[in-house]
């Protein structure tokens, strides 16, 4: 009995120094047997510097390509340093930022000089990784020979697609960015997402000092965690109330925009230009893959970062039901209640919503606001005017088709199923844009007039698109089913060039008659 508490409290002890979320299920035993119980889960923290790929704009702005001399900012006269792209030695390629040093020998990644001043020296370094991941650390970048004096940090949460800033740095916010400096120690929790203005680590400090430019994860976390990250439980539980919390701490990819290198704490001296350029030692990225709680280990798989997925999850980011899971549909886990959350297999919008509301009247929970064109209290029908898509899970954002009905030929914009549109008397086809044997398209379907079959034009005459007869001259009619000359009509009315010189004479003869007989 004792040794069995003892076991219990050391596997709590063990459950607890491994830390909440990292295990997406246990089997426990219970009197029908062992079954899994699953929980929350996700991966552990990783250094992504090993995993990011690092783009450096404008191209030619990494030094050594001619060969070229630089100086100091701490001694100007000091110019023997060299950078040279032909020599592993003395070159500085983008790759060293992200490289572990060996034997306390800092390499770095270094820019050109200033020597075009006063056109500013710019550079973006571009880090991408295909994943989304989530901080959970101080990003910290390592400047040698001085920190910028103006740079920005940006974010993608989108692969590239868009960005927005993460962080302004400059030595004077308001001059560079028309912000008011501030600290993200002055960040109280309604406004721990605001993006800031810093000039923590801007100011000239001497180029040994500090080197070190640093996004702050730690003392944000720390708002609701306490000073000592002793209460993550509070801090998990704002994640879940408050959405913008988790997103600010999510990235697909980041930027760092330099704007203006370290000028030593004085004014930038036009004679020696060369000791003005930026070099970066290390980006250190502390963060880990995001797999919506439906992970705890984030693999590479043929060059990309990949959640193992569980709770019959899948996809990069876990943010999918796997393949015969179509009757349950995906939600992202939640990391309460705590300590070991909820796993969320289940979700009653089909991911069309992630609201639901009560309606007190008819005691029923439905979801608001349902999205890609669906409707209903699960978001499990299709809005009026769209139809199934038989080849799409009923989570998938192409679940819902429009109809497109033909609006000249159909009675109405609403399909059925399979995305049969009703038509108007004498139209056809699934969007009814087609028209039955017997009728032509003209803004809608109208009976023929004439045809190949039953009504075909006589005497001579052809159809025209099945909507007129075009007759010969002497005769009329709509099938041109009657001669202009029949007896009493006047006929020299329709004259044409056409008529024969035998018709001509014809008439005129029967006309001399007719008045020679009338004189009578
Ligand atoms: C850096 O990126 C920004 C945003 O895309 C762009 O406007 C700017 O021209 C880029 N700068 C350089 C030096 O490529
Ligand atoms: C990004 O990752 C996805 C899934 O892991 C993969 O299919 C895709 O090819 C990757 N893209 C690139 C550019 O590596
Ligand atoms: C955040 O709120 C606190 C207190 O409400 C305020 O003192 C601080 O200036 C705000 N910070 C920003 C960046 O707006
Ligand atoms: C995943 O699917 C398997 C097989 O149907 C099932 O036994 C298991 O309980 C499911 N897991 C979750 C978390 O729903
Ligand atoms: C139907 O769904 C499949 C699967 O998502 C998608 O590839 C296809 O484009 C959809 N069809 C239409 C017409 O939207
Ligand atoms: C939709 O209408 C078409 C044409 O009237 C019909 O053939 C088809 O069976 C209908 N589908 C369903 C699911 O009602
Ligand atoms: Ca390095």
């Not at 990819?253 to 330099?258: G, K, V």
């Not at 064109?373 to 009026?384: D, E, I, P, S, Y």
């Not at 009923?394 to 159909?410: A, F, K, P, R, Y």
């Amino acid at each position: 009995m004792l040794l069995q508490a003892v076991l219990l409290l050391l596997l709590r002890c063990l459950a607890s120094t491994l830390g909440q979320y990292d295990l997406c299920k246990s089997l426990v035993s219970t009197d029908e047997g062992s079954v899994w119980e699953h929980y929350a889960c996700q991966p552990s923290p990783m250094s992504m510097k090993d995993y990011m790929r690092i783009k450096v704009d404008p191209p030619g702005i990494t030094c050594g390509n001619p060969p070229e001399r630089f100086c100091t900012l701490e001694n100007p006269y000091l110019c023997s340093d060299e950078c040279d792209a032909s020599n592993p030695d003395l070159a500085h390629p983008p790759q060293l930022m992200q490289d572990r040093e060996r034997n306390g020998l800092i390499t770095y990644w270094q820019t050109v000089t200033w020597r075009r001043h006063p056109k500013p020296l710019l550079a973006n370094i571009t880090m991408s990784w295909n994943k989304s991941l989530e901080l959970t650390d101080d990003i910290q970048i390592t400047f040698e020979y001085g920190r910028p004096t103006i740079m920005v940090l940006d974010k993608s949460m989108d692969h590239g697609r868009s960005w927005q800033p993460y962080q302004f740095y400059a030595d004077d916010c308001l001059d560079a960015f028309d912000m008011h400096p501030k600290q993200v120690r002055d960040l109280s929790p309604a406004n721990l997402t605001r993006v800031i203005c810093t000039e923590q680590y801007s100011r000239w400090v001497g180029s040994k000092n500090d080197k070190n430019v640093k996004f702050e994860v730690k003392a944000r976390f720390a708002v609701f965690a306490g000073p000592r990250l002793q209460n993550m439980d509070n801090l998990y539980t704002r994640m879940e109330s408050m959405k913008g919390l988790r997103d600010f701490f999510t990235f697909t990819n980041l930027r760092l925009r330099l704007l203006q290198p370290a000028l030593g704490g004085t004014y930038i001296q036009k004679d020696n230009l060369l000791k003005y350029f930026y070099a970066i030692s290390n980006i250190e990225i502390p963060a880990r893959c995001k797999c919506n709680l439906h992970a705890s280990q984030c693999l590479l798989i043929d060059g990309n970062l990949q959640c193992q997925c569980e709770h019959n999850t899948t996809g990069q980011d876990c943010q999918r039901c796997k393949k015969g899971f179509k009757a349950k549909s995906w939600k992202e886990g939640s990391y309460l209640p705590p300590p070991n959350g909820t796993p969320n297999t289940y979700c009653e919008c089909n991911g069309h919503s992630n609201r639901c509301s009560y309606i007190d009247y008819l005691n029923i929970v439905t979801c608001v606001s349902c999205k890609h064109n669906t409707r209903g209290q699960n978001c499990q029908h299709c809005r009026l005017g769209y139809f199934r898509n038989a080849s799409a899970e009923l989570d998938d954002e192409n679940v819902c088709i429009e109809c497109n009905c033909n609006q000249l030929g159909s009675v109405h914009d609403r399909c059925n199923n399979t995305g049969f549109c009703q038509c108007k008397d004498g139209a056809m086809g699934a969007k009814c844009d087609d028209c039955l044997p017997g009728f032509y398209w003209k803004q809608g379907c109208y009976p023929n007039v004439c045809d190949e079959e039953m009504l075909l034009c006589q005497n001579g005459g052809t159809c025209y698109l099945n909507q007129k007869c075009i007759c010969p001259p002497e005769f009329k009619g709509v099938l041109c089913q009657h001669s202009r000359c029949e007896a009493g009509k006047d006929c020299n009315s329709a004259s044409s060039p056409l008529l024969s010189m035998a018709t001509l004479l014809l008439c005129t003869l029967l006309t001399y008659t007719l008045a020679t007989l009338t004189h009578h």
